[in-house]
């Protein structure tokens, strides 16, 4: 179990208040993005709610936040920061060594992501060198019901968990193949827990299909979905079967232990 350290027992000749204030709006709004509204963080932070509410203009207009429904979820400035570590973490470092010492996908995209509120986020991404249509990149966010790695890790969850993380509005539509509904995605989740993988079919780019199977910790929750991508003329019965093995013993691969 980690530690926590009590910072303002560690430092507190050091200690901020206003930053410390902030960083605990910002921890928990990292652990639940989208649920809670500045009301809802004053109480549970025990903090005045003008004093929240002034720490999450400032901390939108700096671009460490954003408004997600009724509440916040962490902005794409973090992700400056979150660089170097994302270079040095595991689970980066791993998916980097495993794609270089496995050579059976060369020819394809393969990504890393993880789950970001109602969106995946891209921590790693490899671009295949022939034309795709699409290019990855790193710190990317797509609505996680068009992705291949975003429907696999949802199908992990439990039901509810699923449905109050997608109780926002539904995203646009990228492509005619997007899913439509939530009652439409829920229906295609027992498909991917049976293959192991999930699909998506153009439903981010036409011509694009792509495979993703969901990474998990010791007690199964999808943490992460690794995926391969490639053109619809490249996916034929054959090449997603064979695709669709490859994705997940990746995925087994990569488990958080």
């Not at 179990?1 to 507190?12: C, G, I």
């Not at 963080?41 to 509410?53: D, P």
């Not at 068009?146 to 696999?152: E, F, L, R």
Request: charged share 20%; hydrophobic share 45%.
């Amino acid at each position: 179990m980690t530690k926590v350290v009590d910072m303002a027992d560690a430092q507190p000749k050091r200690l901020v208040p206003a930053i410390d204030r902030a960083v605990m709006v910002l921890d928990l709004i990292a652990a639940e993005p989208g649920v809670a509204g500045v009301s809802e963080l004053a109480r549970r932070l025990g903090l005045a709610k003008s004093s929240v509410h002034g720490i999450c203009d400032t901390l939108c207009a700096l671009g460490l936040l954003r408004v997600a429904g009724s509440g916040f979820e962490m902005g794409p400035r973090s992700l400056h920061w979150s660089a170097s570590f994302l270079d040095r973490s595991d689970l980066v470092s791993e998916f980097e060594r495993i794609l270089s010492e496995d050579r059976r996908l060369d020819d394809y995209t393969v990504t890393l992501s993880t789950l970001s509120g109602a969106e995946v986020m891209y921590l790693a991404c490899r671009n295949a060198a022939k034309p795709l249509g699409f290019t990855f990149q790193l710190g990317m966010r797509l609505p996680a019901i068009y992705t291949a790695t975003g429907k696999a890790m949802l199908s992990q969850m439990e039901s509810e968990q699923r449905q109050a993380l997608l109780a926002g509005p539904w995203p646009a539509a990228f492509t005619a193949n997007s899913v439509a509904s939530l009652e439409a995605l829920e229906g295609q989740f027992s498909e991917w827990r049976q293959l192991g993988y999930a699909l998506d079919r153009g439903e981010i780019r036409d011509g694009m299909v792509c495979l993703g199977a969901a990474v998990k910790d010791r007690s199964g929750k999808p943490v992460a979905g690794i995926a391969i991508s490639m053109t619809s003329a490249e996916a034929s019965a054959a090449a997603l079967k064979d695709c669709g093995v490859i994705v997940g013993e990746l995925a087994a691969k990569l488990m958080v232990r």
